[in-house]
């Protein structure tokens, strides 16, 4: 395989590991917990795992030790920097502790433990994918493991192999189903152990004990770095607004720390939206305001970030998608027979939607038969509408400036990044120390590194049981245990940090230019954590 010269050297790089995984380590054992929410029907539906410690890891004079066995790794959902790093880390932490054990990957995703496709993990693979992005090492996949044939065929396959433990590094669903597996594993008497590593770029995998997801870091950096060199164009050109859609599914903590390390004019927080239960209208007004107040000072450019899942979050919008999915499953996807039954709301809405959006509304569906949001291009869509609103105010005479928009959509290019220090050092730690707790006999567990904005070697290391995590939410119209999401609080002190100074932002040119993840250099360019954690681990 080519190799560029970054990657050479990179190779070479030993993630930092907290002190308390550098030699023998003991684990210690907290007290009881309580899921965070809907604790009786939790309790019921996890009876093995449910109630279980959080537990830390401590430097010991003896060492914990790994029977004969051997382990499975499986790669769930979107990439995100640093999935080679946590296979990485718990190769070594398995070596360490038993020579023997050997780490099978199971190909494609959770697909792979039950179509029982997979490779052998040898260090020589291994060492080509340390510090590196990307999940091609074993590839990834979204089949979600829910099914109890899906299981047993697991079981098969563990069986076959000798394997006595599964990590699954995934997002909240992926974590949840990995509980579910754990609980039946236990209940089956299989002597199957199931750890989750929490991963997503969309960083909405967060809570009391866990303080971030792997590869939000990154993706956040390698956006910011793009987000800054377009404003830097934007301030030489004085001539281009740039509307630019940041990746996350649902949650906008890409966006907002996006917005916190870059200071554009403009950074839509979707959760703010729907608070505010603010219309479409609303926010085109509301963009269309800084584009004037700009342009009075001479200002005809400037940037604004969007939220990916930002359609999602706008009530009328929600309520037209919602009536469309419903009308073209009963008209069989006759569209003008679907738009013609819309609620004179949805209607209104409908009629003040740009062609090409009420196209992407229409045709673009999943095979579920559901609009694929996704696929909207919001940046195109609010550039249309501040353009005629803006054409409004220049005929009323009250808007003399230019508006000229661009619009960009950063997603893929950040996912597969080589990962930043952070993510090197978090990713490493996880995996070692998912083989920790494999080694002290826990399952149901997901792998936790705290203090994580403090220096590595400071870090703890434990475990918390998904179930700890969990509440009771409707998906697909029946109640399901679910990992709880994370969405942008807006109390929270990142939110509270843009909100203190975006009205200025917004008029003055005060945009910060971040430049490029470095690997090597003075600690503060290098090591920085995300403005989020700071933010919100600030004592
Ligand atoms: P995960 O939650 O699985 O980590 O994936 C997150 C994500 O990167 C979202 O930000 C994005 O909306 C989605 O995946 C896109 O995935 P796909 O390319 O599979 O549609």
Not at 96 to 112: R, T
Not at 131 to 151: A, H, P, V, Y
Not at 174 to 193: D, F, H, M, P, R
């Amino acid at each position: 395989m080519a190799k560029s010269a970054l990657q050479i050297a990179r190779a070479a790089y030993q993630p930092k590991l907290p002190k308390a995984l550098k030699g023998n380590v003991a684990i210690k054992e907290g007290k009881a917990t309580e899921s965070v929410a809907d604790q009786a029907e939790i309790k019921k539906l996890f009876p093995n795992t449910y109630g279980m410690p959080v537990v830390t890891f401590e430097a010991s004079n003896t060492p914990l030790s790994l029977k004969d066995m051997n382990v499975g790794v499986i790669l769930s959902g979107g990439q995100a920097p640093g999935g080679h790093n946590v296979i990485s880390g718990l190769f070594d932490g398995l070596k360490s502790m038993n020579k023997n054990a050997k780490l099978y990957g199971f190909l494609g995703g959770p697909s792979g433990l039950v179509d029982h496709k997979y490779i052998e993990l040898t260090a020589d693979i291994i060492d080509e994918y340390r510090n590196t992005g990307g999940f091609d090492i074993i590839g990834s996949g979204r089949t979600k493991l829910e099914e109890t044939e899906q299981f047993d065929k697991g079981i098969e396959i563990c069986n076959k192999l000798g394997i006595k433990a599964i990590v699954i590094i995934g997002g909240d669903d992926s974590n949840t189903n990995a509980c579910v597996l754990a609980e039946y594993y236990l209940q089956k008497n299989t002597g199957i152990q199931v750890i989750g590593c929490p991963k997503t770029i969309d960083g909405d995998l967060k809570n009391d004990e866990i303080e971030t997801s792997f590869g939000f870091d990154t993706a956040c950096k390698v956006y910011s770095e793009v987000i800054g060199n377009i404003m830097r164009d934007a301030n030489s050109a004085k001539k281009y607004w740039h509307f630019i859609k940041l990746m996350g599914r649902s949650a906008s903590h890409i966006a907002l720390e996006c917005g916190l390390q870059t200071q554009p004019n403009i950074c839509i927080v979707s959760e703010e939206v729907e608070a505010k239960k603010m219309t479409l209208a609303q926010i085109v007004n509301n963009i269309a305001d800084t584009v004037a107040a700009r342009a009075a000072k001479g200002n005809n450019f400037g940037v604004c970030l969007i939220p990916e899942g930002l359609i999602e979050f706008v009530p009328e919008m929600k309520v037209l998608i919602k009536e469309l999915n419903d009308l073209l499953a009963e008209t069989n996807g006759d569209v003008p027979a679907a738009v013609k039954k819309l609620s004179s709301n949805s209607a209104s809405v409908y009629a003040s939607l740009p062609d090409f959006v009420q196209k992407q509304l229409t045709l673009e569906r999943d095979p579920h038969g559901n609009v694929q949001v996704s696929l909207i291009e919001t940046e195109k869509l609010l550039i249309e509408m501040v353009k005629t609103e803006l054409a409004k105010r220049k005929a009323a005479g009250s808007y003399s400036g230019k508006f000229s928009g661009l619009g960009h959509f950063f997603g893929y290019e950040g996912r597969c990044a080589a990962p930043s220090n952070f993510d090197a050092d978090y990713c490493y730690s996880l995996g070692f120390n998912a083989a920790c707790l494999m080694a002290a006999g826990k399952t149901g567990y997901m792998s936790l590194i705290k203090n994580t904005t403090a220096p590595a070697d400071q870090w703890i290391a434990g475990g918390v049981p998904v179930t700890k995590m969990m509440n009771m939410e409707k998906r697909h119209g029946a109640m399901k245990p679910v990992i709880r999401k994370a969405l942008v609080e807006l109390d929270g002190a990142p939110f509270k940090k843009l909100a203190e100074n975006r009205a200025t932002w917004a008029i003055e040119t005060a945009f910060v230019y971040p430049g490029p993840i470095q690997y090597w250099g003075p600690s503060e360019v290098c090591d920085q954590p995300t403005k989020t954690l700071a933010l919100e681990q600030a004592k």
